[in-house]
Each structure stands twice: as C-alpha cells, then as structure tokens.
C-alpha cells in the first residue's frame, strides 16, 4: 500500500507541519494503525478509507501520534485532502468522518484547501500552579478549551516572547488534558500575519506541533473577538514554520493553507 509525507500549511516542501497519509479499503485493527503511526513518528498520522455513496460523508478518517489516538487534527485533515485531489481521488469538497464529527475540506483553484472545522470554545481560567516557571515566560491570560481539543490557550506578552520559548517540557506535560498552546498578537500589524503561535503537546509524545490546524479553531475566536476582525492569518512554528488562515462562522472555522507531497513510497505488509 502507499503511504506518503505531506507537509501541510505550506506551499514549500521541508516547512509546515509533516503528516503521515495512508488510503486504506477498510480501517485494520487499531494495534496496527497505533503500530504505523509509531514507525511513521510524525505528530500525526491520518488512516482514510472510502465510504458508501449517499451518506453523510466521503472518507472516514482517523489520526494517530505515535503513542495514542486523537479527536481532532487539522494538518493531517489537509495533507489528506491533498493527497485525495491530487491523485484524483477526490474533486472539489471531500467530507469526512472522523471521531469530532463530519469534517469538509474545499480544494481551490490555487491548490489551497479550506477545512470546516467546529469552532472550540473558551473558558477564562487561572493559570495553573508552575504554568508560568514550566513556559519560561510570563503569563497574561489562560483559556481552557473544549471537546475535542483540551488544550491550554496561554496568552503571552508579545511575539518575541512566543518565538523565544524553551519550555520544561516534562513539567508541562501535567498541566493540561492535550498540551499547551502560546501565543500572542504580531509584532508588525502589516507583517502578513495577525498572531503568532506554538504548540506543546509532551503528553501526547510531540514536544513541539510546528503547524496545528486544532489549535486554531481556538486561537481563531480568540484573537478574532481582540482584533475585531473574522478573517485572520496565523504565523506558527518555532524550527519549522507555516501560515493558516482563519475566518470565524459562528459555531465553525474555517482553516485554509496549502500542502506539498515530499515522500511517496510503499508500506510493507
């Protein structure tokens, strides 16, 4: 069977976030998927299989990292999709499946691709006890956010304090149910993004997610409601980097970006 290495939310091979992709007939058992997702080691490794004509839904569509199975994944979501257009297994608008919900991704003429994701909600909540000293940085605000997600949305003071982070990692592995999300506004309004971000996700065996589209169906309503607008641009990394771009829909948003094949080759039984 094929697998490939897409990178997602950009149009560069070597930058964004690298997901793992598989086209399957049916799902195996969940120990070989766990297994694959292990050997693949990417934050994230997306198993997709067709579905039967007239339902709710195109693919079914499943995410793992190597140590566990998750709710919601954005990038790989968008390295599938990609992956379905250009080998022409999908046209236009691809829904799948997946354990959040039916999820849709749009492919554009420029080769962009939207996903409709549920918007998460935020809940103000204190800074838990060594928050700030496992960050290495000050805190200014914490939000909570919902199912799903259940990540940590930790405001910063500004964007060089977000790009200078070197957490305790093993220390912020118990502060939250997912991981911790960084963030602040950009330091340059006309700099080609609105907000920048990093993410954290040690319990999940990831020390840093370059690109995390989940993470911005948070940081989107959030930094939508500070700067007043809907439609925003993220910049997120730290040693690789990517853009989303976001637009709030009420109770969905909408993450767009591109993405690159950078490796394609056969999985052995």
């Known amino acids: 069977m094929r697998i490939r290495i897409v990178d997602a939310f950009t149009d560069r091979p070597f930058s964004g976030n690298p997901a793992g992709v598989l086209l399957l007939d049916a799902f195996p058992d969940d120990h070989w998927l766990q297994k694959v997702a292990a050997e693949v080691n990417l934050s994230e490794t997306a198993f997709a299989h067709p579905l039967p004509p007239g339902g709710d839904a195109d693919w079914a569509l499943r995410w793992f990292t190597p140590v566990a199975e998750v709710d919601m994944c954005g990038h790989a979501t968008l390295a599938t999709a990609h992956v379905l257009h250009t080998t022409g297994r999908a046209t236009g608008t691809v829904r799948f499946a997946a354990r959040c919900g039916v999820l849709s991704a749009t492919a554009a003429a420029d080769g962009s691709?939207?996903?409709?994701?549920?918007?998460?909600?935020?809940?103000?909540?204190?800074?838990?006890?060594?928050?700030?000293?496992?960050?290495?940085?000050?805190?200014?605000?914490?939000?909570?956010?919902?199912?799903?997600?259940?990540?940590?949305?930790?405001?910063?003071?500004?964007?060089?304090?977000?790009?200078?982070?070197?957490?305790?990692?093993?220390?912020?592995?118990?502060?939250?149910?997912?991981?911790?999300?960084?963030?602040?506004?950009?330091?340059?309004?006309?700099?080609?993004?609105?907000?920048?971000?990093?993410?954290?996700?040690?319990?999940?065996?990831?020390?840093?997610?370059?690109?995390?589209?989940?993470?911005?169906?948070?940081?989107?309503?959030?930094?939508?409601?500070?700067?007043?607008r809907d439609e925003l641009t993220g910049f997120q990394g730290g040693a690789r980097t990517g853009l989303v771009r976001t637009a709030l829909r009420g109770t969905r948003t909408l993450l767009t970006g591109h993405a690159v094949t950078v490796i394609e080759g056969d999985l052995l039984p």
């Open 113 to 228: 691709v939207t996903l409709d994701f549920p918007t998460s909600t935020l809940t103000p909540v204190p800074a838990p006890d060594g928050l700030a000293k496992a960050l290495g940085a000050d805190v200014v605000s914490v939000h909570d956010t919902a199912a799903h997600i259940g990540d940590l949305l930790v405001e910063l003071a500004d964007e060089r304090a977000v790009r200078s982070l070197a957490p305790d990692l093993a220390a912020l592995a118990g502060l939250s149910e997912r991981g911790v999300i960084a963030t602040a506004a950009a330091a340059e309004p006309d700099g080609g993004y609105d907000f920048v971000s990093r993410c954290f996700f040690p319990a999940l065996g990831i020390a840093e997610d370059p690109v995390t589209g989940s993470a911005h169906t948070a940081l989107a309503p959030f930094w939508s409601r500070r700067l007043g």
